[in-house]
């Protein structure tokens, strides 16, 4: 009898993502991969991002979901509702992918086989590992910033991965229930080094493989000072909160 395909669920949180949204989705639905379902989790966007979830939901029930919030509080929030929703569904994989189009719907593949033919807890899509870049269009000081910051996130908390703040992911669900999902406490972007925190301090271990990381072609980033600060801040309190 052969084994049914693990049921994988792309997890895409959005704010004002209207004209991607449909890209990305549609991207996803060319890989032909079976049993690959998306889920939007979308935090009440003014641009109406929210309806063109629905609409897509609508036109494919089986593969496409949409959870929607109430408030905009941030990235990691978004996730955890989404995460958790993909787990009460019966998910054997789930995915964080943004959906600005900056993460490589192609290497979706590689990455799944990658964690599910070995003994990985998550797959990262590195972009600091041999045969990952960044954007051309990025300037110098963003390449530089982005270094910095996985050397800084790396020297405090020793993960020992090349891109500890990447955001496109691939975890097994028993990963995602070992390291206690409801309690992740950070938000914006250090959401990302949390769970890769929680990750290794239980002993799991944590795969990369490259990608291209793309520079956002419409709409706007929601890199804020506010969010930058709380990047910055975060690895010290994981430090600190592990030793207590």
């Not at 959005?14 to 989705?25: D, F, G, M, S, W």
């Not at 996803?28 to 009440?44: E, I, S, Y």
């Not at 960044?134 to 891109?163: C, G, M, Q």
Request: no cysteine; net charge negative.
């Amino acid at each position: 009898m052969v084994d049914p395909s693990p049921k994988v669920v792309v997890v895409v949180p959005t704010y004002n993502e209207r004209e991607n949204l449909p890209v990305i989705v549609g991207l996803l639905a060319d890989l032909g991969m079976p049993d690959l379902h998306v889920l939007v989790v979308d935090d009440n966007s003014p641009d109406g991002t929210g309806e063109v979830a629905d609409k897509l939901a609508a036109e494919s029930p089986d593969t496409v979901g949409v959870l929607h919030r109430t408030d905009k509080d941030g990235l990691g929030r978004a996730y955890v509702a989404g995460m958790s929703r993909a787990l009460d569904e019966g998910a054997d994989v789930v995915v964080q992918m943004d959906a600005d189009l900056s993460h490589p719907a192609a290497v979706l593949p590689v990455m799944v086989e990658t964690l599910l033919s070995g003994d990985a807890a998550v797959v990262l899509g590195s972009r600091y590992v041999p045969g990952g870049s960044t954007a051309a269009e990025w300037p110098w000081h963003r390449k530089a910033l982005s270094a910095w910051a996985n050397f800084y996130v790396n020297a405090i908390l020793r993960l020992h991965v090349k891109d500890a703040t990447a955001g496109f992911k691939a975890w097994k669900a028993d990963t995602l229930r070992a390291i206690d999902l409801q309690s992740v406490h950070s938000n914006g972007y250090s959401f990302q080094v949390e769970m890769n925190h929680r990750t290794v301090r239980r002993g799991l271990r944590i795969a990369e493989v490259p990608i291209r990381f793309e520079e956002r072609v419409k709409g706007a980033s929601k890199m804020s000072f506010g969010v930058q600060v709380e990047s910055a801040l975060a690895p010290w309190k994981l430090l600190f909160a592990g030793r207590r």
